[in-house]
């Protein structure tokens, strides 16, 4: 993490843990405290990790949530409506042969529900959310 400066410049880095193979970061405020919060994907550990921040630049150890195989990408949104953010990841799959789409329902707290997880093709690379349909829906 490299914090900015008013001048344009960053002051040192400080690095936080998450699992093995860190390969995608997404900003949220995942337990509504109004302070931003870290979701960071793990290829090799299958997982999602979570870091609360405080606040000040600064952020709590990560909670992990297991994903299916090889989270490669993440998104965040409100999915259920709920008015609480969510978190879907991209997963590669076994081999990388068969990719999936893990969704973890926040509770407007700092945890989520087990993951959903849904068929996604190959090797998904990337993912997006938005309301296609202009229902007024993720």
């Keep these: 993490m490299l914090l900015g400066n008013d001048d344009g410049t960053f002051q040192p880095h400080v690095d936080y843990a998450a699992s093995n193979r860190p390969t995608s970061v997404v900003v949220g405020d995942f337990n509504r405290d109004g302070k931003l919060d870290l979701a960071v994907t793990n290829g090799s550990a299958s997982t999602v990790s979570v ?48 990719g999936t789409v893990s969704i973890f329902l926040g509770n407007g707290d700092d945890s989520f529900r087990s993951q959903g997880t849904h068929a996604a093709g190959i090797n998904p690379y990337g993912i997006m959310a938005g309301d296609f349909n202009r229902d007024g829906q993720v």
């Excluded at 999915?79 to 991209?90: M, S």
């Design 51 to 98: 870091l609360l921040g405080n606040g000040d630049g600064t952020f709590q150890p990560h909670i992990d949530y297991a994903t299916d195989l090889n989270p490669q990408w993440l998104v965040v949104a409100d999915f259920n409506g709920d008015g609480n953010p969510d978190i879907a990841t991209a997963n590669y799959g076994p081999d990388y042969s068969g």
